[in-house]
């Protein structure tokens, strides 16, 4: 099964050109199916409907959430789509397999009260917080994926232009930066990324810890966890949920949403027109709190 997970990976690279985050659950997600098949001595070209709902039933009896199964047979669909391309099947025999769909959770939004709260966290005399502030608001100015902030190099930015410059491993885009972040990552840069690392080539890493090698998810994870907690923000807060405050914020003061699209990453619209039903949540909110007569 070993080859098939190979012939996997070099598709989702090379042809599908899918982030590192995407492949790595892609492919965790069909070695699990690969097992499956191997214990009912199955092939992976001889598998059919039937078989791929035997797998469906045995996720669901170990416990596995409808949006879990979702996932998985996501990853399977492109699976047998990598198949398909490599002619050892004729078509995808996940292609037609229904699932019990679950009803999407809408992403968590801060209000620019509790943006502001978070991003005046950090204490910026001294290295630590003065990285973190920059982080924070480099994330929140741009909307991009935690992912493609720490894979950030130094020549990803032009502060004195007021861009950046994203690359997802499927296209490049291009995001401006208001001027309170530009100056935030300017002062680390100057006052404190010198005194973590001499690496200042283009290629080396913007974002930097405290021994100087490049941050990792996990360790901006802890940054930002420990801050919504110093701010006493009461919202389930994640790196995403910078993303998706900046998206909608966006979109209240006017922004159209072709443009979000794009400053995003999604290749799909469809992608993006979930912050205009956030949106019409948004001020279905206010209203009930904020009209006299809502409330009888």
Same mark, same amino acid.
């Given at each position: 099964?070993?080859?098939?997970?190979?012939?996997?990976?070099?598709?989702?690279?090379?042809?599908?050109?899918?982030?590192?985050?995407?492949?790595?659950?892609?492919?965790?997600?069909?070695?699990?199916?690969?097992?499956?098949?191997?214990?009912?001595?199955?092939?992976?070209?001889? *598998? /059919? #409907?039937?078989?791929?709902? =035997?797998?469906?039933?045995?996720?669901? @009896?170990? !416990?596995?959430?409808?949006?879990?199964?979702?996932?998985?047979?996501?990853?399977?669909?492109?699976?047998?789509?990598?198949?398909?391309?490599?002619?050892?099947?004729?078509?995808?025999?996940?292609?037609?397999?229904?699932?019990?769909?679950?009803?999407?959770?809408?992403?968590?939004?801060?209000?620019?009260?509790?943006?502001?709260?978070?991003?005046?966290?950090?204490?910026?005399?001294?290295?630590?917080?003065?990285?973190?502030?920059?982080?924070?608001?480099?994330?929140?100015?741009?909307?991009?994926? *935690? /992912? #493609?902030?720490?894979?950030? =190099?130094?020549?990803?930015?032009?502060? @004195?232009? !007021?861009?950046?410059?994203?690359?997802?491993?499927?296209?490049?885009?291009?995001?401006?930066?208001?001027?309170?972040?530009?100056?935030?990552?300017?002062?680390?840069?100057?006052?404190?990324?010198?005194?973590?690392?001499?690496?200042?080539?283009?290629?080396?890493?913007?974002?930097?810890?405290?021994?100087?090698?490049?941050?990792?998810?996990?360790?901006?994870?802890?940054?930002?966890?420990?801050?919504?907690?110093?701010?006493?923000?009461?919202?389930?807060?994640?790196?995403?949920?910078?993303?998706?405050?900046?998206?909608?914020?966006?979109?209240?003061?006017?922004?159209?949403?072709?443009?979000?699209?794009?400053?995003?990453?999604?290749?799909?619209?469809?992608?993006?027109?979930?912050?205009?039903?956030?949106?019409?949540?948004?001020?279905?909110?206010?209203?009930?709190?904020?009209?006299?007569?809502?409330?009888?």
């Amino acid at each position: 099964m070993e080859n098939y997970l190979a012939a996997f990976q070099s598709y989702l690279s090379d042809q599908k050109k899918v982030s590192q985050n995407t492949l790595e659950s892609y492919l965790r997600d069909t070695e699990h199916f690969l097992l499956f098949l191997t214990e009912k001595g199955l092939a992976p070209e001889a *598998v /059919t #409907e039937e078989d791929l709902e =035997n797998y469906a039933a045995e996720l669901c @009896r170990i !416990g596995k959430s409808s949006a879990t199964i979702s996932r998985k047979f996501a990853s399977i669909r492109c699976f047998y789509q990598c198949l398909t391309v490599l002619g050892l099947v004729s078509e995808n025999p996940a292609k037609r397999i229904k699932l019990d769909r679950t009803e999407k959770k809408l992403p968590q939004i801060l209000s620019s009260q509790e943006i502001d709260l978070l991003l005046s966290q950090p204490d910026t005399r001294g290295p630590k917080g003065c990285r973190d502030k920059a982080m924070l608001e480099l994330l929140y100015a741009t909307g991009i994926r *935690v /992912t #493609e902030l720490i894979e950030l =190099n130094i020549r990803d930015v032009n502060l @004195r232009a !007021g861009m950046l410059y994203c690359n997802n491993g499927r296209n490049r885009r291009t995001v401006p930066i208001y001027p309170t972040a530009v100056t935030a990552v300017s002062d680390y840069l100057v006052r404190v990324r010198t005194q973590l690392t001499d690496d200042l080539g283009g290629q080396s890493p913007l974002f930097v810890n405290l021994s100087g090698n490049r941050m990792t998810r996990q360790g901006f994870w802890k940054i930002i966890k420990s801050y919504a907690e110093q701010a006493h923000i009461a919202k389930e807060i994640t790196p995403h949920t910078l993303r998706h405050s900046f998206a909608l914020h966006l979109l209240e003061n006017g922004a159209d949403l072709k443009d979000i699209q794009v400053m995003l990453g999604h290749l799909d619209i469809s992608s993006t027109q979930v912050y205009l039903q956030l949106m019409d949540n948004h001020f279905k909110e206010v209203y009930n709190n904020c009209h006299p007569r809502a409330k009888f």
